[in-house]
């Protein structure tokens, strides 16, 4: 099967696993919007052509979201994008504050492929608190968050200069966009 196949495949699949889930903007915007865009930026900024990771990217939230398993997307795409997928999915029985603490130790300890991944889906989640955000969340809110992927990126750098350097641009122009300070 070529790369160009399995890539469309891997959209397909999402699409359908994220059917009815929907982002948390005013607008309910399709999730997959949101997987495209962060392999979008993956391969457009950070200049990535290694397959696998592309197809990681498209895949990074169906397990965390929806009722697919690790081993439905080793079947489909194979060991090494499920590894990659499982190293981005948090556990869902923990308490958010404590997924979050644990995105921030475990960042420097994931694979490089990892780290470009989190960075790409942080870039894509900044962007969005700044044009799309959550519906209902105030100033103070999305200060906090821009403040916590900061905080995991700062384990993620090192591995792919332009990633790092779009995201320092894209939370750089946040706090004039949002008109607060971070
Ligand atoms: P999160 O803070 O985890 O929500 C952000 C996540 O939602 C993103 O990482 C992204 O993840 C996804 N997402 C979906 N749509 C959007 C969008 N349009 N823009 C940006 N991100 C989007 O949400 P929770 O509801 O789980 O909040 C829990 C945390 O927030 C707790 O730590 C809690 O303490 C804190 N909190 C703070 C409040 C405050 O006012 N300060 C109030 C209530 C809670 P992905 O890419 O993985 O989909
Ligand atoms: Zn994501």
Known sequence: MNKHVRLLRAIAFAAEKHKDQRRKDVKASPYINHLIAVATVLAEEGKVTDEELLLAAILHDAVEDTETSFAEIEEHFGKTVAGIVREVTDDKTLKSEVRKRLQVEHAPHA?????????????????????NPPSGWSLERKQEYLLWTRRVVAGCRGVNELLDKAFDETIDAAPKQ?????
Request: charged share 25%.
């Open 111 to 131: 694979s490089s492929r990892a780290k470009q991944l989190k960075i790409a889906d942080k870039i894509c989640n900044v962007r969005d608190i700044i044009h």
């Open 178 to 182: 949002l008109g607060v300070t971070i």
